[in-house]
């Protein structure tokens, strides 16, 4: 299943952002394709996401990390 979640914050602290970061990650992990889109500054320090982006004046930019398990949905 492909899943959006939109959080208007980042992955760390506590409350809304760590519910929202654990959900991602166990969504990826049963297999599904997770779009989490939110201003995380630092997606690298998330070993279960596998690509990120960033958009600028010059238009969309994408990353993959590699970090994610090629058992586990993307994310």
Known sequence: MRVLIWH???LEGSGSNVYTA???EVLAS???DVL???QEGHPERYPWIDAWGAVGPGGV???TSGGASSSAGRS
């Open 30 to 32: 049963q297999g599904h």
């Open 61 to 63: 930019s994408i990353e």
């Open 8 to 10: 208007g914050w980042l």
């Open 36 to 38: 989490l889109l939110c």
């Open 22 to 24: 654990r959900l991602a």
